[in-house]
């Protein structure tokens, strides 16, 4: 990232930010974890975090604006699984033999507190750790009291909670108790299932006063009821779906076809993945959550709609954490003539994810220094959903979301 | 494209531009004769042409700015093969068999004028329609005599010379004929072979005050000679090298690379054409001065070095002007781990480069209009090597070039 | 194809041979009529016909064998959809503006008889060419009655029928009515569902001793009651579902992993298509005949379970009949290191798959000539599942299976 | 592979075989040696290694045929870089963490013996490691002292030389040492320069009754003096350059295209690699060889010439021994309609050689208890370039290779 700026005042003294993670044994978090610790003891530099090189003007981004330091993180969470993370890292397969010796010990120190899972949202993926609370206000209570604990215990002088939790399916939406703060806390009170795992971590989070962002496609934080809590309480929340792979990709390479009017006439996606994340895809439900998060960039992006965007997730092993990308693209160039481009990502899902869950819990804190409340939509270069108050059409082009990102952290004001 | 806009005095009257184009006969010209053509038929609409949905506050672009409108443009030029247009359309392969029986009559009434060609720069493209000439300063006038007939036997009000002609190989960019105006004059008239033909064909536009575009890898304009020589006449120069596929690819996957922070290792490019300029790349000196244009763009985008850039270029046959690019590309993310990416584009050289070839012309025209000499930095968008007054490095980035195009088009100042 | 041979009596004169084809307006069927019209008007050569330049002892294959010529070989037909099969090349966009001129006038009076459907076995695909018999019984008598119709009327010395029609749903395999002839002649009677449309055919054409060939995925006479029934009626039948594109390569690399002991851990496929095969295989039920008999391939050549095998076929349009194929393979080899191979095949369905079918043809024609009943494995070569008497496992490496079939051809005894 | 057999009389107790390998200290060397150690000590499997699986009759072909058993291979050799084998391993990336522990003490153990080089025959392959002797006749006698010592030391049953050096140069083949014995040993003794390094090692081994391998692209026992001298002297040689990457594919593919009558219009083939041999392949000259073996083998298999046969072989370090080989290939089928394949293998280049070169020790010692002088054409399985005693088109189809060769080991007589 290219640094861009505006004078500002600097905050004094080390800053101790909190990540409380949903899905802490998930490969992202995992990862997220082992890298900060290896940052600590010198054993990787910032290579792949896009904020660690950006400076405002001409003094490094963290100095400038008051933001944490990535050694001042402390990251903690929840998972339905009650391994350690040395455990979880064994299993991912993302570390290499000597990462794996270097932040070893630290891992096995970490384990992950009982979560509030539900199998009924996300069926493939289960564990033992779950949190004895049946009733979802009880969950509430049990989500709220570990933030207050994490916050004690460590001492932290801010706290974001960050949802890295395998997918969950999506509620229907226009449900009663997801449009008004009042519905849904006679929801909770209620039990009402159209209130999900990651909306009870989304509620919670908000009422303790705790910056909120959402790293996957789970409706979450995203409903009215809960963006205007956020609001009520002066807490930023941003989300959905951090934009990793191929979205990513694709909200590079449309606007340059748009540039160039060169029409889209198809776009064919397929990823294959054999993580956990993956797994739990297999789940029809699931995936459908994921697809629709996916699926509205490009006509946003190029201004008409793509009759045959296909996007497809398979489960497929072989490669683990290594997944692939496989996109077939038809263009229509000058007189009506046909063109193709294919890209193949051979990429790593949580290399490139986990820095960014690092960026944003670092960012929301600061957007919680500075005061702001609600939707943060500045954030958007992050998702592949990005959150809008009123859920209006966000901006996807990956240039266009840099440069509000760059722009904000700078010291402009937010909004578009 | 995207409009973007200030508020302009509109220009009356429908403007007529000629466009006198050196390789006339080649895929490029010969396409874009034929398109325009179909457009005037209309048996083709403005698909692919970049600024034909582009508006200025509201308003169509020609009309807010006085841009010639395409079906304005009268194309004219010189080529070593004096077949008509048709014949050559027929050789090239770009147009359907539609497309080819409603342009045909057209194109055969479209017949190059005799080139100024040089077999000692650009040794596989030769042919017979030369121009009787055989000093530089002969050439150039016989240059300059054609432009004036154009002018006038088409009562054009602007006339702009495009370079599509073969590449030619490089002189010494330090040859002391290439320095200032008056040792460039010294070396028409003493024959100076450091003076190559894409050369005289510059100076005599320039000479005639005609605005120049050098859509090749050719040296052409891009010496201190002849940009000073168009500031002193007030003639707007732009270059070189038209940015059509793998290098448009290139400017627009690098920023994203290093807005993601994710470090470009190695990048192996290969390209097969089997056009006629394919078949003087097979010329190594030919080869040289495009793999030079082709090269330097990923290092200031990314801001280091990229020690393994390798760009090949063959000459391939069985698909003619459907050229293939493909890219193997290695990143290494967070925790020095490592991805790749695959970009395989098949596309169709003429089918990209012509509408940018038309857009040229308009667009210099109009810098014309606006009273605009020297090199034209806002046009960087078209080109894999853009020219700068001063030899300083351009932006690269197509988000970024695409910017200050428009904003120069809605009126802001040129400049970067 | 490599001619092999041993001596053979040579039949005495032409040999006129029928081609009745259901789905004779599909892209395969049309793609067939057109290619023998434009070779029999020298418009075309027999380029992509595999028999073409196989000698049996030097001779030409024809000639040694008795095998009808490509120029004595008439094709005839059911299709849904009624228009003549100008309109429905015109609709395929298989052929180019040349071809379709030059076989024009012929194929526009080419129109399909009515049509034994059941919309209840293939949704996606209608059309109103639908023959008035309600019950199965019924349907039997009307195709018999065309067979005989056709065979009178163009004077055959041979017949053969040959299924090209959409994949339809498969019934169960193990249902009663298709155990037994008398099962099956009773299920008739009564009207049974499990009784499909294409075994509707293929009893009918086995009924009136016409050979029977199998080129889609659906079941058709893949049952033990159609076998038996063959056999007792000297009737030769062959299938299933022709051996195109992606399990074609397949067939051709997995043996070659095999021999280089290269361990194949997981094999990635998936199809686009856009043409009314693409369409018939949006219905689910469809789809899952045609991954039936795309699955089984590889295991039986690797000699082990490929645990990571997936599939995919997707409807996607802005290719009509071009399929694409693409294919990630991951690979063990020495040491446990992993390798991968990926195989994009942009290849033409109609085009692979024509010159296949009009060879089938003529094979079964001579082996009915050589009075061969039932399955005939010889014929493996051609599909992607191919019959065996006993529902054993066939051969399925290209290269075997071309031996096996030259040797035939050239006078070997059948059977494996 | 498959096994297929004759009866033959088993040998008796294990055989020890030596391998003397030029080029140890080489990525494909190495990665032999460390991988039978590693099956010593039961820290990997056979998987890999293509006769691991092979029964003649039913009994594992060592025990059927009197093969040495992988265990009983001994390997040593020469190297111009002295450095033992665990730093070579260290080098070469090859091996991962775990497998340089477990071999990396008996790597360390063996250290290359000092090697006849010319740097003037491969440039930029340099080392220290050198035989003090000046010319080639003093060259042979070194080589052939390395030899008897290393036999007799290792108490050896057999003893094969392997040249897994890298790529130098071809003089002319007809040079006149290189036409005959008496020559060739005249040219020795002159010290005649058209006699390369990797000629020096195979004269030595057939004098000393060894047998001889080329994997590399070198000329060496290819000229008619080494075939006739060593159908004099009664040793087996087999030849030239390992097929194990992009040459393999293709001549998997190549047959399958053939026997579809699909006919190759053009076949475009870059390699990206960044090992030792890569960087030997900066020098054009070794590059020469090369390509040279590379080019022959599509014309053989399709039976006609291919005349847009493009190969590149580019030095590309990003990922070592990681080679890349993208293949485009153009396709005409039936009615002249065109089809594309890509195929990009990403393959480990020593760790698809490595178990060849093995498994040619092995087969060369067979050779050579059954009495089998001179050219091994059976071996033709292994070679981009299957060496013939009288310069005669080999066979290329690597299926038909496969049968020749498990004919051969089953005990057919061997020739074509």
Redesign the interface.
Known sequence: ??SSARGIELSAGPRRVGMAVVGLGGAVAT?AV??LE?LRVGA???????L??VEVDGVPVAEATGMADYADLVVGGWDLDGSDLRKAADQHG??????LEQAGPYLSSVTPWAAAGDADFCRNVTGGNVVLAETRRAQVDAVRADLRRFREEERLDGLVLVNLASTERWPDPAAPALQTVEAFEAGLDADDRSITPSMVYAYAAIAEGVGYVNFTPSLAADVPALIAFAESRGVPVAGKDGKTGQT??KT??A??F??????V??W?S?N?LGNRDGLALEDPDSLESKLQTKGSVLDSILGYPV??H?V?I?Y????GDQK?A?D?I?L?????????????????DS??A??LAIELARLTDLAQQRGQAGVQTQFG?FFKAPMTPDGSTPEH????Q?RVLLDWVAGAPAGR
Chains 1, 2, 3, 4 share one sequence.
């Open positions: 990232m290219v990862t082992a890298g290896l990787s530099d910032t290579s792949g975090l896009p660690a090189g993302v570390l290499d033999h000597r990462q990513m990709m590079v390479l606007p340059a748009r540039s160039r009017s060169l029409t006439e198809g064919y397929t294959i009759e045959d296909v497809r398979d497929y092993r072989p490669r692939e496989w077939a038809d229509v160039g000058f007189l009506g003539q046909r063109m193709q481009v294919k890209v193949d990502f051979q990429c790593r290399i490139l986990a820095p270069w082009a990956l240039h266009r840099e």
